[in-house]
């Protein structure tokens, strides 16, 4: 119980980053990178993509594969 309640203390920042680039773009009228963070957040949340931080701006990257399955020939 208590290692369940650690891991739901944990703060992730990135989804804290993409959500206040997302706000600032907007405030600009920047609509298009608002857009963008706000897709690029709910594809983070799913797990489709992860998020890399160059520069201060966000690099999305898809999740690595692991290795080919093996199929036996029937």
């Known amino acids: 119980m208590a290692e369940d309640t650690e891991i ?3 703060i992730d920042f990135t989804e804290r980053k993409l959500m206040r ?3 600032t773009f907007a405030a600009e009228g920047n ?3 608002a857009f963008a963070m706000k897709d690029a957040l709910e594809r983070y949340i799913r797990g489709d993509i ?4 160059s520069g ?3 690099y ?15």
Do not use: T
């Open 8 to 10: 739901n203390n944990v």
């Open 21 to 23: 680039l997302e706000a």
């Open 31 to 33: 609509v298009v990178n």
């Open 50 to 53: 992860e998020i890399i931080f």
């Open 56 to 58: 201060g701006l966000p």
């Open 60 to 74: 999305a990257v898809l999740p690595e594969e692991g290795p080919p399955e093996l199929h036996e020939e029937s």
